[in-house]
């Protein structure tokens, strides 16, 4: 018999979790202004601009998180300035911190606040990519309306969302409960079956595929220029279902006008019969969203962390310094 003890169900009312339910609870609040107030605009663009406070908090409270996102945006735009750069990285980070709200407003608020914010382009393309009748694989990235996004897209056609389970279990149960109120199913990052599953059931699947799980089913494609590891599963899964791939990149527009929700018609000719060509191309997609809202990609995200044979360390403590 096996002498390993069961593990113990976490209690999520411990005192050590006392916090994140205060946080939570002070973001479910902030969702929960009266409507009458938003044919101003008001709460909306009142809650970026705290947003944006909180992201300038963090770039000072975060250091180490700040030195990763020198180092990607160095990396990555190696044209601009070094002025340039510190001006990217301060917007960055305050687009870090409206997405604190946006989740909380993806998560809370109702369908009639969030109708009025999001521009949907190119919903035709999924509606005919779906009618195939063999799922579709809505392929993002890692942009910082993302949860919001999703949840705008959602008020329009329904689908299954791929995720990665959240290290503080109690963020976890929040974040996995508001998934599944609003998507049709949300799938562990780590159940690619799951994924399988739903396109085999002719479901679109949202996933983001562009942060770097290490090695294992990975190639090194160029990402701005850079050898990122990026995982393979998009081509994978595209040929073992048969689905079409849609990509979908929502972005905050300027001044607190809302979300442009950019859908693109189904990648012709994927997958091919080279897998490395098939993820560079993802990552080149990628790219050319980023190149057009810089400051919203999550910079502070150690995409080069495995590196090729012989290549050295990127995100070694005060790396950003050192390689300047």
């Known amino acids: 018999m096996s002498s390993q003890r069961p593990s113990r169900p976490i209690n999520l009312l411990s005192p050590r979790f006392w916090p994140t339910w205060i946080g939570v609870g002070v973001l479910w609040l902030l969702t929960r202004l009266p409507y009458r107030w938003l044919l101003t605009r008001l709460p909306y663009r009142w809650q970026l601009g705290l947003g944006r406070a909180l992201g300038a908090t963090s770039m000072h409270l975060s250091p180490r998180r700040r030195q990763i996102a020198e180092t990607n945006i160095r990396l990555c735009f190696p044209e601009l300035t070094e002025a340039e750069r510190r001006r990217l990285v301060r917007e960055h980070f305050a687009s870090l911190g409206m997405s604190v709200l946006e989740v909380a407003m993806g998560w809370w608020a109702s369908e009639r606040r969030l109708r009025v914010l999001g521009r949907v382009e190119g919903l035709e393309h999924l509606q005919q990519a779906l009618a195939r009748g063999k799922g579709v694989i809505l392929l993002s990235a890692h942009f910082t309306p993302l949860e919001l996004g999703g949840r705008l897209l959602s008020l329009h056609t329904p689908f299954h969302v791929m995720y990665r389970r959240h290290q503080n ?6 974040q996995r409960r508001n998934r599944e109120a609003h998507f049709e199913r949300a799938i562990p990052r780590d159940d690619p079956r799951g994924m399988l599953r739903s396109l085999r059931q002719h479901k679109a ?7 770097n799980y290490g090695h294992k089913n990975s190639v090194f494609a160029p990402f701005f220029g850079v050898p990122a590891a990026t995982s393979t599963a998009t081509a994978r899964l595209a040929r073992l279902s048969g689905a079409a791939v849609v990509p979908f990149f ?4 300027p001044h607190g006008d ?11 000719d994927f997958p091919s019969d080279d897998v490395a060509t098939d993820t560079a191309r993802i990552n080149r997609l990628i790219e050319d969203y980023v190149r057009k809202a810089p400051e919203q990609y999550l910079w502070t995200h150690r995409r080069f962390k495995n ?3 012989g290549s050295p360390a990127l995100y070694a403590r005060r790396a950003s310094h050192a390689n300047r």
């Open 307 to 309: 590196r090729p044979p």
């Open 258 to 268: 809302g979300y442009r929700l950019v859908l693109l018609p189904p990648l012709e």
């Open 169 to 174: 279990p109690a963020v976890e149960y929040v």
């Open 205 to 211: 699947v949202w996933y983001a595929p562009d942060q």
């Open 250 to 253: 929502p972005t905050r527009l």
